[in-house]
């Protein structure tokens, strides 16, 4: 059976929080002239359904789509085979030469990869309805995963800069399987797609996702308890998404060309980290809540889907929006329990200091802080040191560091940003 992940982070967790780097944002950009379209992967790009027949999967119907409105110009998924991993597709772009020139005419290249890494590592007893799968593979197998895809996407970058790449993630494959079973195995696939997403993220690839059009439950999509892949309807849902994506155009009229934070906030708007106003707006120099930061984190770092104790907070019941990302990096020990959760204070600038620093594992050299403002004993020491070691945050000329001055949301963007890169290295 497959094991529970530990509670809260774990290294693991950190070597997938990779939601960020040097980030160019090409979602609208393939929209612009007509679309050369190569569809790379496993048997979802090749078009593989529930009947165990290549058929229009969701690269055809994307494709299909595209012309209709007449913007395809070319499309291809020869390179796309059933069976295929994340090792696989990484192999035959080294290798095979008409896949380079394939990626070097391309302006539109999907890869659906990674399941089937997995896959090879579980054993499924249809009769028992159950799947065994060696808890000790599941790390080393997702970090090969995750490290596979940033040479890939590393590989079509330079094949092909100017590509707009699109990652698919994957639907719950298993709802035939044991009802015992099956948080597991949800848990896993949503811990799969954070994998992806993350590793896209690190190369400028946007991540589509899928699973939420299918369900926890998506009988209705892939109909045959022999088989894990979708029906036509299925792959129409995968299609939906993947032209959803490419169709967004996401940019802040509060956002100018050229703004200090706009890689960063840019990020964080493709990743559903940070969401425009009715007006369209981001506010970069708005104070960012301490709500808004246990939702950002807890969008951004794979953590189990178990229900968290209630942290007790008497200002964040059960009902409030952000309950479960707050519990959920309470457990983890990135909020520390209290009285009060203070949700729609400002996030302060040590109090930013700290939650990333816990969040990346960063270390500190052990040295006092020299800020004005930072007594000697002071409790968000370490934390500060952290950022200054790592180079994350600054003081102010001044001679101050700020402690208890808000963060705006440009801000913290800028320093997640910073603070997950240096969690790598």
Known sequence: MVNRCKKGLSSLSI??????????????????????????????????????????????????????QGLLDTYSKAFAVPGYTTENVLSDLTEKEE????????????????????????????????????PATIKPTLQSIAANYIKILQTIKELNPEAAVYVMGYYFPFPYLSDVQKPQLIELTQTLNKTIQAASATKGATFVSVYEK???????????????????????????????????S?????????????????????????????????????????????????????????????????????????????????EAGIFAKSEYFNPDAPLTRVQMAKVLTLTFQLKDDGMQPRYSDIPKDYWGSRFISAMTVNELMYG??????????????????????????????
């Open 15 to 68: 070597i997938f929080i990779l939601l960020l780097g040097l980030i160019t944002s090409p979602a609208s950009a393939a929209m612009e002239e007509s679309i050369r379209y190569l569809a790379l992967g496993d048997s979802l790009a090749a078009g593989m359904t529930s009947d165990k027949q290549i058929s229009l999967g969701y690269s055809d119907m994307a494709a299909e789509h595209l012309k209709g």
């Open 99 to 134: 896949l380079k020139a394939a990626i070097k005419q391309a302006n539109v290249i999907t890869i659906s990869a990674g399941a089937n890494d997995l896959l090879k590592e579980a054993k499924i007893d249809r009769e028992k309805g159950t799947l065994n799968i060696d």
């Open 250 to 330: 996401k940019q802040a009229a509060d956002l100018p060309e050229g703004h200090w934070a706009e890689k960063e906030l840019n990020l964080f708007l493709d990743n559903n980290l940070f969401q425009l106003d009715e007006k369209g707006n981001i506010h970069p120099g708005k104070a960012i809540t301490r709500a808004e930061v246990a939702g950002v984190l807890y969008k951004s770092i794979p953590m189990t889907q178990s229900l968290p104790a209630n942290p007790g907070f008497k200002d964040v019941p059960e009902s409030h929006p952000a309950y479960m990302a707050i519990a959920k990096l309470t």
């Open 214 to 248: 299918f369900g926890d439950d998506p009988k209705p999509y892939v109909p045959n308890p022999e088989d894990i892949h979708p029906n036509l309807e299925g792959y129409k849902l995968m299609s939906e998404a993947l032209l959803e994506s490419m169709a967004k």
């Open 396 to 425: 102010h000329p001044n001679g101050t560091f700020g402690v208890n001055d808000a963060a705006t949301r440009a801000q913290f963007a800028v320093v997640m940003v910073r603070a997950a890169e240096a969690g790598l290295n």
